[in-house]
């Protein structure tokens, strides 16, 4: 599957992915995406935790560098369309655990991604976004 035919199958949508207590979450969509799109079995990832705690602990996490090449935010680059951009705790901007979104497009002021959970309709949508608390992004290797 492309990244347009999963964002035209599940925008508008709630997706839920491993049932747990914590329903509808941007990590959901990051599993999907990761299984879908992307052709990597999550399982063996489901234990990276929180989206902030996926980036930060990227290399720790078995086989990680195997698959992705992890790019820290900076003021001269952006992610490239199909990039797994997280954001850490930011006040105003993400809650504690931070959030994760696909990139659809990007420039060095601000990009565009695809979220679940990400303010009001908390939906999986397309979001404008500046980079105010983005830690990085990992890029398919």
């Known amino acids: 599957m492309t990244l347009d035919n999963f964002i035209q199958k599940y925008n508008g949508t709630y997706q839920e992915y491993n049932n747990d207590q914590f329903k509808f979450q ?23 935790g929180t989206a902030k705690n996926c980036y930060n602990n990227f ?5 990680a560098s195997t698959y992705f090449q992890k790019v820290p935010n900076g003021p001269y680059n952006a992610p490239q369309r199909g990039d797994i951009v997280f954001w850490g705790t930011y006040p105003f901007v993400t809650g504690w655990a931070g959030h994760v979104g696909i990139c659809t497009s990007a420039g060095v ?22 980079y105010k ?9």
């Open 133 to 141: 608390g983005v830690l990085g992004w990992l890029h398919k290797k």
């Open 26 to 48: 941007c990590m959901d969509l990051f599993w999907m995406y990761l299984k879908e799109v992307l052709g990597i079995d999550p399982k063996p990832y489901q234990g990276w």
């Open 109 to 130: 002021y601000a990009l565009v991604s695809f979220d679940q959970n990400y303010g009001k309709p908390n939906f999986c949508r397309y979001v404008n976004h500046t």
């Open 59 to 63: 290399s720790i996490i078995k086989n």
